[in-house]
């Protein structure tokens, strides 16, 4: 067992690209006057943000907010020290509100996750008013201005910076299970 770092192969964007896409749950980090707070929500990568719905009236949507800042992470269970891999970002959150955007990000989400769609009736095509009046949740954009790459594999707390839309450049989001 070493914690020695060891040089990450070039395809360190390509191994990103594929946990970001893998996985389903983003930790939104925030901190303000209540202190600090996290939050598991549901994403999808659409150009150039990572879109999830919340409520306006939560604790890390507010700090987000008020303070302009977020941090956020995305990672695979692991057993050991050696299985941690991870996304660790910092950015800022805003809210959608423009349609074109938005009927994107919807679009993506009911793919990625068609269980939402159990939340409306069937003949419905859920845009914003739509979850705003049945989940009292808004879209937001979580936009990375820093984001990094950890994978224990090659040493404990290998981190390396990376260009998270060449990463996620091309490629779908894998679908979850309904």
Known sequence: MTSA??????????????????ESTLTLATAGQGGAWSAPVYYV???SGFYFFSSPRSRHIQQAIETGQAAASIFRRADSWQGIRGIQ?????RQVRNPARAGKAIAAYLQRFPFTRDFFSPQTHPGLDD??????A???VFTPSRVYYLD???GFANR???????????????????
């Open 152 to 154: 224990n594999r090659y």
């Open 160 to 178: 390396q910076p990376i260009d998270w839309q060449l990463a996620t450049a091309n490629a779908p989001e894998k679908k979850t299970i309904p």
């Open 131 to 136: 979850f705003r009046l049945r989940l009292h």
């Open 138 to 140: 808004k879209l937001y």
């Open 89 to 93: 970002m910092r950015g800022s959150v």
């Open 45 to 47: 990568v659409v150009a």
């Open 5 to 22: 770092k060891h040089a990450v192969p070039d395809n360190r964007h390509e191994a990103a690209g594929a946990l970001i896409r893998g």
